[in-house]
């Protein structure tokens, strides 16, 4: 029932900017966070950027002052809005939901959206 709807990839030159939006819908509660991964061909998934229920945001030193990640609690939808793209910044992005649905201490279960290619290249 839960669901993840992501948009807002494609191909962008470099020094071009692009903004991610994903969307949760379903019987979804207790958010703890919602964030942000992406994967290259042959590299690990990585945190990008998350933004905890408290508004707490985290980035990877690689994205730091370029990305900027929000959320709006009321429509349960996460944004990323990527400036000054590198080449290196090409990959599929994924979208993330952690539920903690008996608190902080208890099990997590994430979720995840079905990845929005970005492409950065001249």
């Known amino acids: 029932q839960v669901q993840l709807v992501e948009s807002g990839g494609g191909l962008v030159q470099p020094g071009g900017s692009l903004r991610l939006s994903c969307a949760a819908s379903?019987?979804?509660?207790?958010?703890?966070?919602m964030g942000w991964y992406r994967q290259a061909p042959g590299k690990q998934r990585e945190l990008v950027a998350s933004i905890t229920s408290g508004a707490s945001t985290n980035y990877a030193d690689s994205v730091k002052g370029r990305f900027t990640i929000s959320r709006d609690n009321a429509k349960n939808t996460v944004f990323l809005q990527m400036n000054s793209l590198k080449p290196e910044d090409t990959a599929v992005y994924y979208c993330?939901?952690?539920?903690?649905?008996?608190?902080?201490?208890?099990?997590?279960?994430?979720?995840w959206g079905q990845g929005t290619q970005v492409t950065v290249s001249s």
């Open positions: 379903g019987s979804i509660f207790n958010i703890y966070a």
């Open positions: 993330n939901v952690q539920v903690r649905p008996f608190g902080f201490l208890g099990d997590a279960y994430d979720y």
